[in-house]
């Protein structure tokens, strides 16, 4: 059926593939999200025009938090290729702040930031996969308050994130888990 079903290549991440390519941004491949049955397809994944999208952040730029964000949020894929580190941006401060706003701008650039951003409400295991799915897309992840006083989950995770891969696990046939990695 070559001749009249187009082939497209399928990922499970994000990011800088195998053969050079982006992700999102390449038309070529579909998304196939670890335990999902739905392909993401890439070839109606952005909405709006980046004219508009410029438009809309303008605003945005005349505050350093969301400048500093967004400037990250462009950074990320750029780690891999000039070599460098995860790097992590904390920011904290009083609620109504507009820390969730900035970090939403920063991660529409990507994708719909309520798809993309999660917050800390759950496991360690859940947090490194969605991170290797993501891989070489900024990590937006809100509100902290959501680990309560466990600071201890948080130092594994934030050690974990700057190591670039998670934890090695077996599986339930006395194997080995793939272990996801990252650099964002």
């Known amino acids: 059926n070559h001749d009249c079903i187009p082939v ?95 970090l939403k701008a920063a991660a529409s650039i990507w994708q719909n930031p309520d798809e993309m951003m999660f917050n800390f409400n759950a496991t360690k295991v859940a947090i490194e996969r969605k991170i290797s799915k993501l891989k070489n897309l900024p990590v937006v992840i809100d509100e902290r308050q959501a680990a309560g006083n466990n600071q201890a989950f948080l130092d594994g995770l934030v050690y974990s994130l700057g190591e670039g891969h998670g934890k090695e696990r077996g599986n339930r046939e006395n194997g080995l888990q793939d272990v996801g990695s990252w650099c964002t």
Request: glycine share 10%; with cysteine.
């Open 8 to 102: 497209r290549k399928s990922s499970n991440h994000y990011g800088w593939q195998d053969d050079g390519r982006f992700l999102p941004g390449n038309s070529d491949y579909l998304m196939i999200p670890n335990g999902k049955k739905k392909a993401v397809d890439f070839s109606t994944w952005c909405k709006g025009s980046i004219d508009d999208w410029k438009e809309i952040i303008q605003p945005v730029l005349l505050e350093s938090l969301a400048r500093l964000l967004l400037v990250a949020s462009f950074a990320a894929p750029l780690l891999t290729i000039i070599g460098i580190r995860t790097f992590i941006v904390h920011i904290y401060g009083p609620s109504q702040g507009g820390k969730t706003a900035a």
